[in-house]
């Protein structure tokens, strides 16, 4: 996290992890920076949606905007433990609190808060690992093998990526599927996510000062409006439901249509509710951690595995784009 002396540290994370979170503080504290720590829980997150009164969804955090005008670095430990937590809430109320939240993002963004957060998409849960169809162990044990990487490896790697990417026009992304996908990338900044915050991260603006464990990822905005062609996501987990056969296709990059062989209702309702800037194509990312890799058979798709290949649309300013709709959707596409 490159954490330094006189450094304002928010630490966040779930009761399950009160002695990680616990450590966490007391190794920010000896480096002489001055630790918040702020505990949440599936609990607590379903009961302000059901309990708190609507009428202050849309209206903006100023608790948030007073803490982010003074944090330095948010390190975030994953904590839920449940999916589809919110599957029965209508989706319009996500949008409007999303939106209420736009200015503090907004702040994040322009102090370049630094992050480190811990469970990217694969924190091991029971929930998590039934979806995937694994066991609890052997799911923890693929996340910790791939938080323990060898980083040097990793950032040699990450680098390679980035060189050849940086140094490409067009991007062709194939499947067996179907899928068939071309955008341009000249003069886009490639961003690696090695696991480390280096001084020359830090230099390059809010994108390049997220660490996501485990880490490894090489990716990029393409251009705007360059993206051309159809993408088949063969499952997409959505509030703990299958989408199974999800077709997207993109024009002038814009996605112009959506279908699925089944599962796409709520998915749906919450695309339709969204505002503008839900429809740009908006990221390519490329997995390059050695250590994580998918069990034959199983159902797991995350960021990370060496070889898996995300795309997304809406929300790109993490991956160093220009859209900051609140709405974000990513789709996995291994052995493409």
């Known amino acids: 996290a490159n954490i330094h002396d006189g450094e304002f540290v928010m630490i966040s994370g779930g009761i399950r992890d009160i002695e990680l979170l616990e450590n966490i503080v007391i190794q920010v504290g000896k480096l002489g920076a001055y630790p918040i720590l702020t505990i949440g829980s599936d609990r607590m997150n379903r009961r302000w949606v059901t309990e708190v009164p609507e009428k202050y969804d849309s209206r903006t955090p100023e608790s948030d905007l007073k803490l982010f005008g003074f944090i330095t670095a948010v390190i975030n430990v994953d904590y839920s433990e449940?999916?589809?937590?919110?599957?029965?809430?209508?989706?319009?109320?996500?949008?409007?609190?999303?939106?209420?939240?736009?200015?503090?993002?907004?702040?994040?963004?322009?102090?370049?808060?630094?992050?480190?957060?811990?469970?990217?998409?694969?924190?091991?849960?029971?929930?998590?690992?039934?979806?995937?169809?694994?066991?609890?162990?052997?799911?923890?044990?693929?996340?910790?093998?791939?938080?323990?990487?060898?980083?040097?490896?990793?950032?040699?790697?990450?680098k390679s990526v980035q060189s050849i990417l940086?140094?490409?026009?067009?991007?062709?992304?194939?499947?067996?599927?179907?899928?068939?996908?071309?955008?341009?990338?000249?003069?886009?900044?490639?961003?690696?996510s090695d696991g480390v915050l280096s001084a020359d991260d830090l230099k390059k603006g809010f994108a390049a000062s997220q660490v996501y464990?485990?880490?490894?990822?090489?990716?990029?905005?393409?251009?705007?409006?360059?993206?051309?062609?159809?993408?088949?996501?063969?499952?997409?987990?959505?509030?703990?439901?299958?989408?199974?056969?999800?077709?997207?296709?993109?024009?002038?990059?814009?996605?112009?249509?959506?279908?699925?062989?089944?599962?796409?209702?709520a998915l749906q309702k919450m695309y339709d509710a969204a505002g503008p800037g839900k429809e740009d194509f908006a990221?390519?990312?490329?997995?390059?951690?050695?250590?994580?890799?998918?069990?034959?058979?199983?159902?797991?798709?995350?960021?990370?595995?060496?070889?898996m290949v995300t795309i997304g649309i809406g929300n790109n300013v993490w991956a160093g784009g220009e859209n900051k709709t609140p709405y974000s959707m990513a789709s996995f596409l291994p052995g493409s």
């Open 82 to 158: 449940a999916i589809g937590l919110f599957a029965d809430i209508p989706p319009e109320r996500f949008v409007t609190r999303g939106k209420a939240y736009e200015p503090v993002n907004e702040l994040i963004g322009k102090r370049n808060v630094k992050g480190v957060n811990l469970g990217n998409g694969l924190y091991p849960t029971e929930a998590s690992a039934k979806q995937f169809g694994v066991t609890l162990n052997e799911l923890s044990d693929l996340f910790w093998k791939g938080v323990n990487v060898d980083y040097a490896k990793l950032e040699a790697t990450g």
């Open 166 to 192: 940086s140094a490409g026009k067009e991007i062709q992304l194939t499947n067996p599927n179907g899928t068939d996908l071309k955008m341009k990338i000249e003069k886009r900044v490639v961003l690696v």
């Open 213 to 265: 464990l485990p880490a490894g990822e090489a990716y990029l905005a393409p251009v705007p409006g360059t993206t051309e062609g159809t993408v088949v996501i063969d499952r997409q987990f959505y509030q703990n439901k299958e989408i199974l056969g999800l077709t997207l296709t993109f024009k002038a990059g814009k996605l112009i249509s959506m279908t699925a062989k089944s599962g796409l209702e």
């Open 283 to 307: 990221f390519i990312d490329l997995g390059i951690n050695p250590n994580v890799t998918v069990k034959p058979g199983s159902k797991l798709v995350a960021w990370m595995p060496a070889g």
